[in-house]
């Protein structure tokens, strides 16, 4: 029998719901979990990990004790990705070594020979500063500079060289290959506006890169929050009340009916067929997967792993950028749109259809007479466009003062008490790795 009254009620379908929901119920907390499957962070958005999410996991599990986080490297493995510009490429997320002579070869970076012991070194660099993030994130502004104590000689000598090459002029080939990964990293359209920003594309560049096995982790996870007596429900919400601009009560859609919760916390991407409003909604672009079965075994595009395809032309227009993967005798494309008032699939359709014509046979030429059965889905995955979110640290603290409201109630925009919202649309800095330091901070002051 599902109890009546909590402190907390988290709203999403994913792993950092349940890692906020154990922290929560260790400090003392009555913690109800709702998986509701239309509040999810997206799987570019949670699931690709940069070494720097990956160690600030690992260090939330060593702090916090828990078994999950602490061998998450159990719950990995590799993905290499590919970025495909105007006549030139990149093969990036391999051993740090690798990224930094990758990146050397298309850009003439001047570099002397890497120690042999570079790439552990790189890794304990990455690994310290994540512990700064989660130990200090929430108290104090975080300087590259104070995150560079940390670095051996040769990865300082790397990072004054990168800060001249971006500082350098390059030709529009270039940049569009450069603003590309960078919001591939950050899960955000933009450009490179200050140290912090160089800083963090720096480490996430030269780092390898990971896919997490999240159903395995949410299990895991899961259990270790049951074992604390902590309430769990998959369900979504269907209505709720608001008593001078704070919960009142939860109406679920499962026979348990009305919940009343103190404070509200949803975790995930966009809070789709909710009644939940964000102030100020930003301008952000939402993805189209299509995913077909092929008769033809592409091998060599499973070599390039994850493939980002761009061009000079496409940058700063309503289609940047582009992924493809081929997976298990499939291709899954992921189409970028600017987002709008009432998008549907349907309206979308035609106009995918005809992309995925012009665009595949770009990159191999037998898919131009490959017969194609699209199953296309427009996901919860948002990446979104602020040119306003400036900082002169690395500090993650740039978060977005948003606002959020009672969109049931027509004309009603008064902002919700006792309500938050984690995601990309509060966190756009840094992509998934604000959102992990911005929950570590949530719990410090619950």
Not at 225 to 240: A, I, N, P, S, V
């Amino acid at each position: 029998m599902l109890k009546k009254d909590f402190h907390t009620a988290i709203v999403g379908s994913n792993y950092l719901s349940l890692i906020l929901a154990i922290d929560l119920i260790k400090n003392g907390k009555d913690v109800l979990v709702l998986d509701d499957d239309r509040m999810d962070l997206g799987e570019l958005f949670g699931t690709d990990l940069g070494l720097l999410e990956l160690m600030f996991l690992k260090s939330w599990g060593q702090e916090r004790h828990i078994d999950a986080l602490i061998n998450i490297e159990d719950l990995i493995s590799e993905r290499p990705y590919t970025i495909l510009g105007d006549n030139s490429w990149l093969s990036l997320g391999h051993r740090p070594s690798e990224n930094v002579y990758e990146f050397s070869r298309r850009f003439a970076l001047p570099l002397s020979s890497l120690d042999d012991d570079f790439d552990q070194n790189w890794i304990q660099f990455v690994s310290k500063v994540s512990q700064a993030y989660f130990r200090y994130g929430g108290f104090q502004q975080i300087t590259p500079d104070k995150l560079m104590v940390y670095a051996p000689p040769s990865i300082k000598e790397l990072y004054e060289q990168f800060k001249i090459f971006i500082a350098t002029p390059r030709d529009w080939s270039s940049e569009s290959l450069l603003s590309t990964l960078m919001s591939y990293y950050s899960k955000r359209i933009d450009v490179l506006s200050d140290e912090g920003d160089i800083f963090f594309f720096f480490v996430a560049l030269f780092s390898p890169r990971y896919l997490l096995k999240q159903d395995v982790l949410v299990e895991q996870l899961l259990t270790a929050y049951k074992e604390l007596d902590g309430y769990f429900k998959q369900t979504r919400m269907r209505e709720w009340l608001f008593h001078k601009q704070k919960p009142w009560s939860i109406e679920l859609a499962s026979y348990e009916g009305i919940i009343h919760p103190k404070q509200l916390t949803f975790i995930g991407a966009f809070p789709t067929g909710m009644p939940l409003g964000l102030n100020p909604l930003v301008d952000h672009y939402v993805i189209l997967e299509a995913t077909s079965p092929v008769e033809a075994q592409y091998t060599s595009l499973k070599s390039y792993g994850l493939m980002i395809v761009t061009s000079e032309k496409s940058i700063g227009t309503e289609s940047p950028f582009w992924f493809i993967e081929y997976q298990d005798n499939k291709i899954v494309v992921r189409l970028l749109y600017p987002a709008s008032k009432g998008m549907k699939l349907e309206f979308l359709k035609a106009e995918s259809l005809r992309r995925l014509s012009k665009k595949l046979p770009l990159i191999d030429p037998r898919l131009q007479d490959e017969v194609f059965d699209w199953s296309l889905n427009l996901t919860s995955e948002v990446f979104v466009h602020v040119k306003s979110v400036k900082s002169s640290t690395v500090n993650t603290h740039s978060m977005l003062k948003l606002g959020l409201f009672d969109s049931s109630s027509p004309g009603i925009t008064q902002k919700l008490k006792n309500v938050d919202y984690f995601g990309p649309f509060r966190a756009p800095k840094m992509g998934l790795f604000s959102s992990m330091v911005d929950l570590t901070i949530e719990t410090q002051f619950k």
